[in-house]
């Protein structure tokens, strides 16, 4: 285990670089989970990809449930629509910049 901050060595047990005191298991890039339309998986418009990355369950079966929703009560179809209007599509992965290496001579 190395720490991404100054490349040195750290304890795999330990959260923090001893060295530089960078955490090494960062958090979680989104503790807070928002709705948001799906760009890699989607069918339409992403809506059912994205409530079911929300709601941590596989988009076929939001598919599955938004379709029956269609067949046997009728209002899936507006309820996708207003879906797709008001669900911000999911920003775009930016992959975390990696920290600068120091050249000049001491
Ligand atoms: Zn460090």
């Known amino acids: 285990m190395f ?36 760009r890699t998986d989607r069918k339409v418009a992403g809506v059912c990809a994205g409530v079911a990355d929300y709601l941590d369950i596989d988009p076929t079966l939001v598919r599955l ?8 009560a009728g209002g899936g179809v507006l309820g996708y629509l207003i879906a797709w209007i008001v669900l911000p599509e999911e920003p775009l992965f930016v992959p975390s910049t990696v920290p600068s290496v120091q050249t000049a001579p001491r």
């Open 65 to 72: 449930i938004w379709v029956a929703t269609v067949l046997f």
């Open 3 to 38: 720490c991404p901050q100054c490349g040195k060595e750290a304890a795999s047990a330990a959260n923090y670089c001893s060295h530089c005191g960078t955490a090494i298991f960062p958090p979680p890039p989104r503790p807070m989970k928002k709705l948001y339309r799906s």
